[in-house]
T-cell receptor, first 114, second 115 residues
Framework: KAGVTQTPRYLIKTRGQQVTLSCSPISGHRSVSWYQQTPGQGLQFLFEYFSETQRNKGNFPGRFSGRQFSNSRSEMNVSTLELGDSALYLC?????????????FGSGTRLTVV | AQSVTQLDSQVPVFEEAPVELRCNYSSSVSVYLFWYVQYPNQGLQLLLKYLSGSTLVKGINGFEAEFNKSQTSFHLRKPSVHISDTAEYFCAVRGSQGGSEKLVFGKGTKLTVNP
C-alpha cells in the first residue's frame, strides 16, 4: 500500500512569505501529526489532527497552523516566514490517536527560507 | 510529561563490530517506546517498539532493544553492523494512557559504520 506522501519535497521561500505543505496519510489512517526537524532542536512536535480536529499542539507560535480534511489529508501553513523556519517538516500518520503501532512517516518537505 | 535522552550524539564503529545506542526516558506514567532510523534525505522508519510483555524486543535489520523499567532505559543493540546501517537513530516515547499523548523524540544518535 502507498505510504505517507508529502508534497512538495523541496521548497525555497523568501522571508515574509507564507507556505503551505501537504500530507496524504496512508489509506485508512485518520490521525496526522506534524514535526519540525532542525539540526539544533531535533524533532519537535507541531500538532496532531484527528477527524478534522486539532487534538494536540506543540509550543510553536501562531504563525504555524494546520488543518485536516474529511479524507484525512492534512496541510500545514506557515505565515510570515523567518530564516529560522528553515527545516525538514515531517508528517506522520497512524490509524488513530495514540495508536500503539507508532507512526508512519513521510519523506518530508525540506523548506529553505532565504 | 515524558522526555528522552540519547546519551551519545555520535557513535563510530567498524563494520561487523557490535553496537549499542543508549536511550533513557523519564515519565510519570507507563509508556510505549520506539526506535526509528533516518537515512539521509529520508523520513523516519520504525525499527522496533515496546508496548508491553517481553522486555527484549526484536526489530528489523537485525536490531533489538531491551526495556529496563528500573533503569528507565531502552538501549538499541546490533551484534554485527554493516556499512548500510550508517544513519541517524531516534529513540521516542509516548504515554500509554489516553489518546492525547504525543510522541516525544530524543536528539538522535548518528551511527557511522566504517570499513
Amino acid at each position: 500500500k502507498a505510504g505517507v506522501t508529502q508534497t512538495p519535497r523541496y521548497l525555497i521561500k523568501t522571508r515574509g512569505q507564507q507556505v503551505t505543505l501537504s500530507c496524504s496519510p496512508i489509506s485508512g489512517h485518520r490521525s496526522v501529526s506534524w514535526y519540525q526537524q532542525t539540526p539544533g532542536q531535533g524533532l519537535q512536535f507541531l500538532f496532531e489532527y484527528f477527524s478534522e480536529t486539532q487534538r494536540n499542539k506543540g509550543n510553536f507560535p501562531g504563525r504555524f497552523s494546520g488543518r485536516q480534511f474529511s479524507n484525512s489529508r492534512s496541510e500545514m501553513n506557515v505565515s510570515t516566514l523567518e530564516l529560522g523556519d528553515s527545516a525538514l517538516y515531517l508528517c506522520a500518520s497512524s490509524l488513530a490517536m495514540g495508536w500503539e503501532d507508532g507512526y508512519t512517516f513521510g519523506s518530508g518537505t525540506r523548506l529553505t527560507v532565504v | 510529561a515524558q522526555s528522552v535522552t540519547q546519551l551519545d550524539s555520535q557513535v563510530p564503529v567498524f563494520e561487523e563490530a557490535p553496537v549499542e545506542l543508549r536511550c533513557n526516558y523519564s515519565s510519570s506514567v507507563s509508556v510505549y517506546l520506539f526506535w526509528y532510523v533516518q537515512y539521509p534525505n529520508q523520513g523516519l522508519q520504525l525499527l522496533l517498539k515496546y508496548l508491553s510483555g517481553s522486555t527484549l524486543v526484536k526489530g528489523i535489520n537485525g536490531f533489538e532493544a531491551e526495556f529496563n523499567k528500573s533503569q528507565t532505559s531502552f538501549h538499541l543493540r546490533k551484534p554485527s553492523v554493516h556499512i548500510s546501517d550508517t544513519a541517524e537513530y531516534f529513540c521516542a516515547v509516548r504515554g500509554s494512557q489516553g489518546g492525547s499523548e504525543k510522541l516525544v523524540f530524543g536528539k538522535g544518535t548518528k551511527l557511522t559504520v566504517n570499513p
